[in-house]
């Protein structure tokens, strides 16, 4: 085998070895740099802290009382204002998937 097709085999194996865990972290991790561009400016997205806008909970506190299962429907679809000063706005599928995996990690 070349050095090339070696390399090609073992990250493969890798991946199979990694699995779906390595697969739903790597979306976590997306998903909690988008919650930093997209909603840190009114929302708490991380584990503890206060929201910088009050009206606007915490994405821990939606990911507690918000089926999680349905989330990345909602925001593909589009997610309407909540609130006077929320912005509507619709993630992309891979976006919406990315931001409920890091949401799920907030209920842990």
């Known amino acids: 085998m ?4 070696v ?3 073992a990250s493969v194996a890798l991946l199979l070895l990694a699995g779906p865990a390595a ?9 909690r740099a988008l919650a930093g561009i997209v909603c840190a400016r ?8 206060e929201s910088p806008m009050r009206e606007a909970p915490p994405l821990r506190k ?4 918000f089926p999680i299962g ?10 309407e204002r909540r609130h006077p000063a929320m912005p509507d706005f619709r993630l992309d599928p ?6 409920t995996a890091y949401m799920r990690t907030l209920r842990r």
């Open 42 to 49: 009114c929302h708490a997205v991380r584990m503890t802290g």
């Open 70 to 79: 349905d989330l990345a429907d909602v925001l593909d679809e589009g997610v």
């Open 62 to 65: 939606l990911a507690e009382s």
């Open 94 to 99: 891979s976006d919406a998937a990315d931001l």
């Open 7 to 9: 390399l090609l085999v």
């Open 2 to 5: 070349t050095g090339k097709r």
């Open 23 to 31: 697969a739903e972290e790597a979306s976590a991790a997306r998903g």
